[in-house]
């Protein structure tokens, strides 16, 4: 199965976000080598690129999204593809004398099925939420609060993530993997829609804030702009 831009991604069970540190001023030849000669192979044996992003005005990151129906797909494609492909035999010694680092990646499994990963928008932004301690009630609380306050906004266009916490079975690719983690991915049609919204959670009602606040030890986004999306 090849997905393409037309069909959800509801049996994908594991997702890796793989953040690269590129050399500098390499991330366009990176992202344009990674999608002519990787995208189709990988996805023919079961590690779908769900995502191939840049971060605005900087020209040393790539980042993409690979997803894979379990874990058990997953360790067998990371042998078939890095150990024993053509593929990668060819065109993988050409990409890792670009990077820098690869082994920036975050580890997850959704919180619910979802139906909002693979997008042609323009904007899509990574929350990251570090909740120690507290994660099962920021779960409730999104769940009675804070995603039916998005829903008002009319922003519906997402998808919930925490870590995928069994073992890695490949650890010549390292990731992450923290218990205290969840992880919201959002899609934006423009820069115009993504500013809009992001006004209106700034201005989230103070009770909804405070919470949040109060349960939430660490908040980082990261805005990736997606590179095979609508312009």
């Known amino acids: 199965m090849v997905y393409t831009k037309q069909e959800y991604s509801e049996d994908i069970n594991v997702l890796e976000i793989r953040n690269y540190l590129l050399k500098p001023n390499l991330a366009d030849t990176f992202s344009n080598y990674f999608h002519s000669k990787f995208v189709n192979p990988m996805n023919e044996l079961g590690g779908y690129t769900l995502g191939e992003f840049k971060i605005d005005s900087v020209n040393d990151r790539f980042v993409w999204f690979r997803g894979f129906k379990d874990m058990k797909t997953r360790v067998k494609f990371?042998?078939?593809?890095?150990?024993?492909?053509?593929?990668?035999?060819?065109?993988?010694?050409?990409?890792?004398?670009?990077?820098?680092?690869?082994?920036?990646?975050?580890?997850?499994?959704?919180?619910?099925?979802?139906?909002?990963?693979?997008?042609?928008?323009?904007?899509?932004?990574?929350?990251?939420?570090?909740?120690?301690?507290?994660?099962?009630?920021?779960?409730?609380?999104?769940?009675?609060?804070?995603?039916?306050?998005?829903?008002?906004?009319n922003s519906?266009?997402?998808?919930?993530?925490?870590?995928?916490?069994?073992?890695?079975?490949?650890?010549?690719?390292p990731v992450f993997q923290d218990k205290n983690l969840l992880v919201?991915?959002?899609?934006?049609?423009?820069?115009?829609?993504?500013?809009?919204?992001?006004?209106?959670?700034?201005?989230?009602p103070s009770a909804l804030k405070f919470s949040m606040q109060s349960l939430i030890t660490i908040h980082n986004q990261l805005l990736l702009l997606n590179k095979k999306g609508k312009k």
């Open 184 to 204: 919201t991915i959002t899609h934006y049609k423009d820069k115009t829609d993504y500013e809009t919204k992001q006004k209106a959670i700034q201005d989230m």
């Open 156 to 173: 519906t266009d997402f998808s919930l993530w925490t870590s995928e916490m069994t073992e890695n079975d490949f650890p010549r690719l």
């Open 78 to 153: 990371l042998n078939d593809f890095y150990c024993e492909s053509d593929t990668w035999k060819k065109h993988g010694k050409e990409a890792n004398e670009m990077m820098i680092n690869s082994d920036h990646v975050y580890l997850l499994k959704p919180l619910y099925k979802n139906k909002a990963l693979k997008t042609d928008k323009s904007y899509t932004v990574v929350d990251f939420y570090i909740c120690n301690s507290t994660i099962e009630k920021v779960i409730r609380l999104f769940n009675e609060e804070y995603i039916p306050f998005l829903k008002g906004l």
